[in-house]
C-alpha cells in the first residue's frame, strides 16, 4: 500500500466538515419527516439543536478560558 504525503488546506478541511454537518442533518430532517412532522418544523426542530449545541461549545470554551486567567 502506497504512503500518501500530501497537504491539506484548512478551507479543504473546513469546507469537508461543513459538507458533513449539512448531511448529518438533512438525514436528520428526513428521519423526522417519516415520522410525520412537516418538513419545514423538522427543518426548524434540527437547525435549532444544531444552534443550541454550537451555543454550548462557545460557553464552554469561554469558561475554560477564564479558568487559565485565574492561574
Not at 469537508?16 to 412532522?37: F, S
Request: charged letters at 35%; aromatic letters at 2%; a negative charge.
Amino acid at each position: 500500500m502506497a504512503k500518501r504525503t500530501g497537504t491539506v488546506s484548512v478551507d479543504d478541511v473546513l469546507a469537508a466538515i461543513d459538507t458533513a454537518r449539512d448531511k448529518v442533518m438533512a438525514d436528520e430532517v428526513k428521519g423526522l419527516v417519516k415520522l410525520g412532522l412537516p418538513r419545514g418544523v423538522a427543518t426548524k426542530m434540527v437547525e435549532d439543536r444544531y444552534r443550541q449545541r454550537q451555543d454550548g461549545e462557545e460557553q464552554e470554551t469561554e469558561s475554560n478560558l477564564s479558568w487559565g486567567d485565574m492561574s
